[in-house]
């Protein structure tokens, strides 16, 4: 079993950066690719992007290909969403889960071991 705890959240004014990390716990983290979920105020959870267990392969959804990056370090336990450009848009809670399952790497449903999210908020 893993237990993911992201940090780095906060507020940022749009056009600003900032780096959110997913700390895990157990010895299976790099089994898994991981994933970035995250939650708008009234909307449902939306997939932002994966990473493979290597971290050679990356998938972002569109809205935010070319502004963010995933990268994970698997001797530190550690997945990364590097999000640049930010836009109030991207204002959300954003959580970090293991691919876990079989399926579509953007389904929730391929998804466990979730965190408790970190609220990022941008400001125009």
């Known amino acids: 079993q893993v237990q993911l705890v992201e940090s780095g959240g906060g507020l940022v004014q749009a056009g600003g950066s900032l780096r959110l990390s997913c700390a895990a716990s157990?010895?299976?983290?790099?089994?898994?690719?991981m994933g970035w979920f995250r939650q708008a105020p009234g909307k449902e959870r939306e997939f932002v992007g994966r990473?493979?267990?290597?971290?050679?392969?990356?998938y972002y959804a569109y809205s935010v290909k070319g502004r963010f990056t995933i990268s994970r370090d698997n001797a530190k336990n550690t997945v990364y969403l590097q999000m640049n450009s930010l836009k109030p848009e991207d204002t959300a809670v954003y959580y970090c889960?293991?691919?876990?399952?079989?399926?579509?790497?953007?389904?929730?449903?391929?998804?466990?071991?979730w965190g408790q999210g970190t609220q990022v908020t941008v400001s125009s």
């Open positions: 889960a293991a691919n876990v399952n079989s399926g579509t790497y953007y389904s929730q449903g391929s998804y466990a071991y």
């Open positions: 990473i493979d267990r290597s971290g050679g392969s990356r």
């Open positions: 157990g010895p299976t983290f790099s089994s898994y690719p």
